[in-house]
């Protein structure tokens, strides 16, 4: 057999395919992993000298395999960790900071020809708040910020925090989750019977 | 039987090269940080101690985004927070915690300052989508 410029005998092959199986699997030993989640010691980023700091971290695998599975990013479910109780992360460090939960829906209709957006401000608001987002990457009235996938996947508006520690843009069927056809009503923000803007206004 | 690694044909080396890079290249795909972690820079190197790696992973299964990005003030983009360890020690930022009372105190120093001499400011990340959206 020829493998470029170099003729190759059976017993050769057989070492060969036997070297790279070995070397394979050494190098899936080598970074070591617990359940999906690569070991600190071997992420690329930790110092392993750093014997000591190793020591006291908490492996990713140990506290993340115990949470709704993901597809991407963490691997992690992360709203329905929250919302299911799996977790109970602190809302304030401050006494008498106010907390504020709004369950109000956006929907986009200016998405060419992919689904539309759904954005939901229940599941955004349970982790951040109003003034993470309010008024600096978004206006708080529809329709006033350019949103647009181009700004998105730079960084801007969404992509704040999507594609960086929220869910990836890759996902793309997770925002863009309303099919075209199936929604009859007006785009913009879903009012619950009975309110409007002022109800959810911000001043 | 050969024993193939002690023969010096050229073969064998070829054979052991391609085993090599393999390796390599294998170890350096599966390595990697966790989604969303922060490697933090500013001033660790020049100070002569080990970058900070910021997990956002294990902050955010004990707080919500708000306490942080809205409470102590850090800014929501990698590079946008100038903060340094006397405003730490001084409870701003980390320190607002890191007191020794919620989490572990500014004397451990090891446990942040964990991450490779020399990494470059910003923030990492693994995962892609999985399945039929991966491009």
Redesign the interface.
């Given at each position: 057999m020829n493998i470029g410029l170099f003729r190759l005998k059976k017993t050769q092959l057989i070492s060969l395919v036997l070297l790279l199986s070995v070397s394979i699997a050494s190098g899936i030993v080598y970074a070591a992993k617990i359940g999906l989640w690569d070991s600190l010691a071997d992420d690329g980023l930790h110092d392993r000298r750093n014997k000591k700091g190793l020591k006291i971290l908490q492996e990713p695998g140990h506290a993340l395999s115990k949470l709704p599975r993901g597809i991407s990013g963490n691997q992690v479910d992360w709203v329905m960790a929250l919302q299911k109780g799996f977790i109970e992360p602190r809302t304030n460090i401050y006494e008498g900071t106010e907390i504020r939960v709004i369950d109000l829906d956006i929907i986009m209709g200016e998405t060419s020809t992919m689904n539309y957006v759904l954005f939901p401000h229940k599941a955004h608001t349970e982790w951040l708040d109003c003034k993470n987002c309010h008024p600096v990457f978004f206006e708080a009235k529809v329709g006033v910020t350019p949103v647009n996938m181009g700004g998105i996947l730079e960084g801007e508006f969404c992509g704040r925090c999507h594609g960086a520690v929220s869910f990836p843009l890759t996902d793309c069927n997770r925002c863009h989750s309303i099919i075209q056809g199936t929604f009859t009503g007006q785009f913009g923000a879903q009012y619950p019977d009975g309110l409007n803007y002022e109800d959810f206004s911000l001043e | 039987m050969?024993i193939?690694l002690l023969n010096k044909s050229?073969?064998?080396s070829?054979?052991?090269g391609?085993?090599?890079l393999?390796?390599?290249?294998?170890?350096?795909?599966?390595?990697?940080?966790?989604?969303?972690?922060v490697?933090i820079n500013r001033y660790s190197d020049k100070a002569g101690m080990?970058p900070v790696?910021y997990?956002?992973?294990?902050h955010?299964?004990?707080?919500?985004?708000?306490?942080c990005?809205?409470?102590?003030g850090f800014e929501?983009?990698?590079g946008a927070n100038d903060v340094t360890m006397a405003e730490i020690i001084d409870g701003k930022f980390c320190g607002?915690?890191h007191n020794g009372e919620?989490a572990w105190s500014t004397e451990?120093c090891?446990?942040c300052?964990?991450?490779?001499?020399g990494?470059q400011p910003g923030?990492?990340?693994?995962?892609?989508?999985?399945?039929p959206?991966?491009?």
């Open positions: - | 050969r193939f050229i073969n064998q070829f054979i052991l391609i085993s090599i393999f390796s390599s290249v294998f170890y350096s795909g599966i390595a990697s940080a966790e989604y969303g972690d490697v080990r790696i997990p956002h992973w294990f955010r299964i004990r707080f919500r985004c708000k306490v990005h809205g409470e102590l929501m983009k990698a607002m915690c919620i451990y090891d446990i300052h964990s991450g490779k001499p990494l923030i990492r990340g693994a995962h892609q989508t999985l399945g959206g991966v491009w």
